[in-house]
């Protein structure tokens, strides 16, 4: 691969395909169609008053200081139909560093620029099961992290990244994909990071004792830290799950972000690692693949729907945004969000009672 086309990701997007642009409007199948604006903000609003009700159960991040100011009680959200219009609500445009949703980012460039078989050797494809900064389970084994959504797996993704592209290129597309060009690196919460990293660092370390990181160690941190460093807002990340739900293309204007395998692989592993090991109950109870961040963003992506920012500080015991997570429990089935929905499957009255019925009479008593 010569360098214009490893760095083709990065530019203002690449046309889709030829075939892709005569379809026009996306295909989206009629029954997903997001409700009558109107309604859908009702319900949403109707979400975010109960979602702040668990704020009081959170707590901002302290461990890196800089986000310790935060103000706990902020919550915001975007949600942008691929047809339909977008809806902003709360504390939808506050700026706030990605942290950990960034991973998402960098599992897209490093796909495109280095290739699938290069990004799976230094990661794998599981969920952990532990918390996004564990090191147990790596130290303890010869295995390479488990995915590339937690500190260890992102962290070699960056040392693949390193040689490749600089943080500039990254903020540049960054910038492009999110659809947002006041993103910036905020300097304040990087100097507070990097000045707070010793888990990372030892991670890093780690990662480079077994081979898995080869670039510098330190220009490796850096370059991860920055990429978590910058400020974005749910306005923002609604942008870039648009264009993950349509297949990597924005529909606006047809520029295509990332292949088509690109996009199925960073879904699927919002779905199952992208909320820590706090990922299968979010899953179950929600359906929506989501990637958090301890800065109290949520990148959501309603595939062939809709693309979901959320924003709220407050997180949980796993570093997820309680209310942002209550939120999107509640929004889920009534806006038609979950990867499983199908109307057609909507609950009769009685099913419950008719699938007891069931189980009772089929069983070997």
């Not at 794998?124 to 590339?148: C, Q, T, W």
């Not at 960056?158 to 659809?179: A, H, K, W």
Request: aromatic content about 6%; glycine content about 8%.
């Amino acid at each position: 691969m010569t360098e214009s086309e490893k760095k083709k990701i990065i530019e203002e997007g690449e046309p889709a395909q030829k075939a892709e642009e005569e379809k026009g409007e996306p295909t989206i199948d009629k029954k997903y169609h997001l409700l009558e604006s109107g309604k859908a903000k009702e319900i949403i609003e109707k979400a975010m008053n109960l979602a702040r009700e668990e704020i009081p159960k959170g707590a901002v991040a302290t461990y890196i200081p800089e986000l310790g100011k935060e103000d706990p009680h902020q919550l915001g959200i975007c949600l942008y139909p691929l047809k339909g219009e977008k809806i902003c609500l709360g504390d939808y445009d506050a700026r706030f560093t990605m942290q950990s949703v960034s991973k998402v980012i960098m599992l897209i460039v490093a796909l495109e620029v280095c290739g699938l078989k290069n990004v799976f050797r230094k990661v794998g494809m599981e969920p952990s099961g532990e918390a996004f900064d564990s090191l147990v389970e790596l130290d303890v084994s010869n295995s390479k992290p488990y995915n590339p959504l937690i500190n260890s797996g992102a962290l070699a993704v960056c040392g693949l990244l390193l040689p490749e592209v600089s943080f500039q290129d990254m903020l540049r597309y960054t910038r492009n994909i999110c659809s947002d060009p006041g993103i910036e690196l905020n300097e304040a919460v990087f100097d507070s990071e990097m000045k707070t990293c010793s888990r990372n660092r030892s991670i890093a370390y780690l990662l480079e004792s077994k081979g898995i990181i080869t670039t510098d160690v330190e220009d490796t941190l850096r370059f991860y830290t920055k990429m978590c460093s910058m400020n974005v807002t749910a306005e923002s990340l609604a942008s870039l799950a648009k264009k993950l739900a349509n297949d990597g293309v924005c529909n606006l204007d047809g520029k295509r972000y990332m292949s088509s395998r690109t996009a199925r692989i960073a879904k699927t592993l919002m779905l199952t690692c992208g909320m820590y090991d706090g990922s299968g109950a979010f899953a179950i109870k929600v359906g929506i693949p989501t990637k958090s961040g301890v800065g109290g963003g949520l990148l959501s992506v309603s595939d062939k729907r809709a693309g979901i920012g959320v924003y709220g500080p407050a997180l949980d015991a796993q570093g997820n945004s309680i209310a942002g997570c209550k939120l999107l429990r509640e929004i889920s089935n009534e806006l038609r969000l979950n990867l499983f929905y199908d109307p057609e499957w909507d609950k009769e009255e009685g099913d419950d009672e008719n699938v007891m019925k069931s189980i009772k009479e089929s069983s070997v008593m």
